[in-house]
Nanobody, 125 residues
Framework: QVQLVESVGGLVQAGGSLRLSCAAS????????MGWFRQAPGKEREFVAAITWSGIRLPYADFVKGRFTISRDNAKNTVSLQMNSLEPEDTAVYYC??????????????????WGHGTQVTVSS
């Protein structure tokens, strides 16, 4: 088992920045792709970003438009999401997720085995 705990999100004004972190514990963190997903009220959960164990960043979701950066520190078992130029449309619960690497990479939430409880990000206009 891998336990994932996200940092507290928060309220930020449009155009502002926020950094989310996720700490993993339990089973080895190695060979797991780490991803960030989000879910806005009334919408399905959607992929935001992911990074492989070796540090390869999967293509970001189209709506990111160069505003977000995912990174990881394998020594500390953490993954982060730096979000800049936030927009009200980015308001959602953000989830950290982990997927054991089996030879291909995925942005499909159904293929991620471990999930954090989520953290609320609210962007005011």
């Amino acid at each position: 088992q891998v336990q994932l705990v996200e940092s507290v999100g928060g309220l930020v004004q449009a155009g502002g920045s926020l950094r989310l972190s996720c700490a993993a514990s339990g089973r080895t963190f190695s060979r797991h792709t780490m991803g960030w997903f989000r879910q806005a009220p009334g919408k399905e959960r959607e992929f935001v970003a992911a990074i492989t164990w070796s540090g390869i960043r999967l293509p970001y979701a189209d709506f990111v438009k160069g505003r977000f950066t995912i990174s990881r520190d394998n020594a500390k078992n953490t993954v982060s999401l730096q979000m800049n130029s936030l927009e009200p449309e980015d308001t959602a619960v953000y989830y950290c997720a982990a997927r054991y690497e089996t030879g291909w990479y995925s942005t499909n939430s159904r293929e991620y085995e471990y999930w954090g409880h989520g953290t609320q990000v609210t962007v005011s206009s």
